[in-house]
């Protein structure tokens, strides 16, 4: 983005801030953008600024790349972090379908506010910043849930492979520090074999599935029930841009 040039890509209907020239270092200037807006990388500069006005939706959006903090839209200031990136798009698209899972389809509002509610409940049960929550979960709308409310309050989501037995659980919740863990009912055999190798027990949660075992008779409390004791908005502390995500491998890709 050279300063005074505008940038109107009418062929493909979006812009990209991929390059930002050294000219725009230590400076903020003023550039026009009509089109979706793709957010890149932060640059490797801790000082590069833009600022770009004339959004088609009439927002200023301003990035910026100062100890890793950027702002979206006037007033708003969040960082590129992928829960305040998800809550921005869903500011924006609150009506649009994000999600469909057999016969359940969500909004994006409908998936943050069932996201804020997991937030909420197993923040309150004492699941906070750099904890770990294990997702021994089958794809579903509960992952991603599971996922975003793990950002949300700064926790850290870590996947499980739910193709593990008792014994490779056990070693996983161990190695990973579990704090939490949410699984689906037909995986309660094998967790409750291996339930007793998490450090702690703040906060276990079973998805009701048809393949498994009826709410309740496993380790964990019913994931539809601590969603409705919980409120769906927001208010959450400020996030960073350095949260953890970890990814455990199991080999199964080859």
């Known amino acids: 983005i050279w300063p005074g ?43 590069t600024a833009v600022d770009a006005a004339n959004w088609d939706t009439t927002t200023d959006i301003q990035i910026r790349n100062r100890a890793g903090r950027h702002f979206l839209g006037p007033g708003r200031a969040v960082t590129f972090n992928l829960a305040d990136l998800f809550e921005s798009v869903v500011d924006q698209v609150a009506d649009q379908t994000a999600m469909v899972s057999g016969s359940r389809r969500l909004s994006y509002a409908e998936l943050d506010q069932r996201a804020n509610r997991l937030a909420h409940y197993v923040e309150r049960l004492g699941i906070g910043p750099g904890d770990r929550v294990g997702l021994q979960l089958v794809n579903g709308t509960e992952y991603i849930e599971s996922m975003l409310a793990c950002f949300k ?35 309660a055999p094998a967790v409750t074999d291996a339930f007793g190798a998490m450090p702690e027990t703040r906060a276990v949660l079973e998805v009701s599935d048809p393949l498994g075992r009826p709410p309740g008779t496993g380790p964990g409390e019913d994931y539809e029930h601590a969603l409705g004791s919980a409120p769906d908005n927001r208010g959450f502390p400020a996030r960073r841009h350095d949260d953890i995500y970890c990814v455990y491998t199991g080999g199964t890709t080859g």
Do not use: C, K, W
């Open 5 to 47: 040039n505008p940038i109107d890509d009418r062929s493909s209907g979006s812009v990209g801030l991929g390059a930002i020239p050294l000219g725009l270092v230590g400076s903020t200037r003023r550039v026009a953008v009509r089109g979706t807006l793709r957010l890149p990388h932060p640059t490797s500069s801790p000082t």
């Open 153 to 187: 309050i700064r926790a850290v989501p870590v996947n499980v492979n739910y193709r593990y037995q008792a014994g490779e659980l056990a070693y996983l919740y161990r190695n990973a520090g579990l704090m939490g863990l949410i699984f689906h009912g037909r995986f």
